[in-house]
């Protein structure tokens, strides 16, 4: 396996690791205070109740936020933690053209993404596993109590894990988006005051440029100069009667001025020559700062401040959600936060009940639908950034003005 295949391979493991570790603090701070405030109304558990619906919603809302935040320190880059996020975000590239995060960050095309794909979907459910997990192991004496023995039902205790959801995926989803352009903004926005490394690698790239604008402005007046010898037209001679060294002197002189000439114009090659090696050289010539300073930015160690905000709005969204929309059904937005806990309580004695409850009842609201409303909130999203893009400088819409 060569050195790149290496440096893939560790890359996927973190990504995927990011998801993994994303998803189960998610799991066990919702399903915690799920647990938490249910159990908790049986006296024979604890002596007075711990917490009420809007435990819930803060629970819920404070397990995406540090989900989000850990898994994204962990790949470097925006943790999904959420197979609808991560499709959605897929699918949005794909309508706009673009790359999407996983072919970005991979560098190849979409078929040769796809198994990466199911990779990081996969590890999100092991989280959602895992964390339901932690959870049970914490909960069991306190589950014995409350079904009765190892009694386990899934009225009962099942739905303190999974979900028993369209619009709210759908709000979470433009949310994203909007972060998403947030931190493309950010990357393309000029630099105020860049750190003494971005200072430096800009002024190097600016005083570069002008060493070669330089040595284009000298070749040219070197190129000026072979002119005018070339066009100087031969001392005349003044008297006949003079001697034949005097008479021949002229043709000396043209001669002189000729191998200066060809002096100069080697002079005038090797500047443009120079300037050219320079241009090569990755300098910027034409006073492009934008550039210099996206790639400064992109070398920096300072964090993109859409990563930095991003836990704080997620987590006002999902208290939103969950505080307005989650009487239905349970404020389902993440299919791998269902399903895992499913999975977990299928083994631990719950049975094929947890998956045949309200006939199919998983399938259809907490898998299928989030994954729906997720499209559906890109698309939108799509179509109203085509509606409100604002036309670019061509030749048709420049104004005068700009174009000066």
């Known amino acids: 396996m060569s050195n790149s295949e290496k440096q893939k391979s560790r890359l996927i493991f973190r990504d995927a690791l990011g998801e993994f570790c994303g998803v189960t603090i998610l799991v066990i701070f919702g399903v915690g205070v799920n647990c938490q405030v249910v159990l908790s109304t049986d006296r024979a558990v604890v002596s007075s109740p711990r917490g009420d619906y809007l435990s819930i919603a ?15 320190i962990i790949r470097k880059s925006p943790g999904h933690i959420n197979p609808a996020v991560t499709l959605a975000l897929e699918f949005r590239a794909f309508l706009s053209g673009k790359r999407g995060p996983t072919i970005e960050h991979y560098g190849s095309t979409a078929w040769d993404v796809l198994p990466l794909i199911v990779v990081f979907t996969f590890s999100q459910l092991l989280g959602g596993i895992f964390g339901a997990a932690i959870i049970y192991a914490n909960y069991v004496h306190a589950i014995d109590i409350f079904e009765g023995g190892g009694i386990r039902t899934v009225p009962g205790t099942a739905s303190l894990f999974a979900i028993y959801a369209f619009l709210g995926t759908a709000i979470l989803l433009l949310v994203i988006c909007a972060l998403g352009d947030l ?22 790239r600016v005083e570069q440029g002008g060493i070669a604008a330089e040595l284009d402005r000298m070749a040219g007046k070197l190129g000026g100069m072979v002119g005018k010898l070339v066009g100087t037209p031969p001392r005349p001679q003044a008297v006949a009667t003079e001697q034949d060294e005097v008479a021949a002197r002229p ?9 200066m000439a ?19 050289m990755g300098v910027e010539l034409n006073g492009n700062k934008v550039a210099a300073e996206q790639d400064a930015r992109r070398s920096s160690k300072a964090r993109n401040p859409a990563d930095i905000v991003a836990p704080f709005i997620l987590f006002i969204v999902t208290l939103g959600i969950v505080v307005a929309l989650g009487m239905q059904t349970g404020f389902a937005l993440n299919p791998a936060r269902d399903l895992g806990p499913r ?5 631990v004695g719950y049975g094929k009940a947890v998956f045949l409850y309200r ?26 950034n085509l509606v409100v893009k604002e036309p670019e400088n061509t030749p048709e819409n420049t104004t005068p003005a700009q174009a000066v």
């Open 58 to 72: 803060f629970g819920w809302a404070a397990g995406l936020a540090l989900g989000a935040w850990i898994a994204g």
């Open 262 to 280: 060809t002096n100069l114009q080697n002079m005038a090659t090797n500047f443009h020559n120079m300037a050219t090696k320079l241009r090569e």
């Open 343 to 347: 999975i977990l309580t299928a083994m």
């Open 183 to 204: 931190r493309d903004i950010w990357e393309q926005t000029p630099l105020e005051n860049g750190s003494p490394n971005e200072t430096e690698q800009l002024q190097g």
């Open 251 to 259: 043709q000396a002189v043209a001669t002189e001025q000729g191998g």
């Open 359 to 384: 006939s199919l009842y998983w399938l259809w609201c907490p898998f299928i639908a989030p994954i729906l409303g997720a499209f559906v909130a890109v698309s939108l999203y799509h179509l109203c």
